[in-house]
């Protein structure tokens, strides 16, 4: 999948669509661990808790595909703002050459 150097989109902070520079991002997988004790973490640990919680068989499971990040950096304004392209996918993306 291959992506141009330079997408015409939305600034949020231009309010309009201007020319934006792209960038790959580099996503790391640690989890964080001031989020334990998170209110999202602790449902997750209620609803998984007892014999006959299904999600809890799913512990272990290892997510296969990543989601591919892009840092869009407006050329007005140089905000610099993160979108994720195709979604969850195996396929790598590259940026176009040239241009
Ligand atoms: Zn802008």
């Not at 290892?62 to 994720?84: I, P």
């Not at 996918?89 to 050459?97: A, D, G, S, V």
Request: hydrophobic letters at 25%; aromatic letters at 4%.
């Amino acid at each position: 999948m291959e992506i141009p150097r330079s997408i015409r989109t939305y600034c949020p902070k231009c309010r309009v669509h201007t020319v934006h520079r792209v960038k790959k991002v580099i996503q790391k997988h640690s989890p964080d661990p001031a989020r334990t004790l998170s209110w999202g973490q602790r449902k997750f640990i209620r609803r998984t808790k007892g014999y006959t919680s299904q999600l809890a068989a799913k512990k272990d499971h290892v997510k296969q595909s990543q989601r591919n990040v892009l840092l869009l950096e407006c050329s007005q304004c140089k905000k610099k703002q993160q979108r994720t392209v195709g979604g969850r996918t195996r396929k790598k993306i590259e940026l176009k050459r040239g241009a």
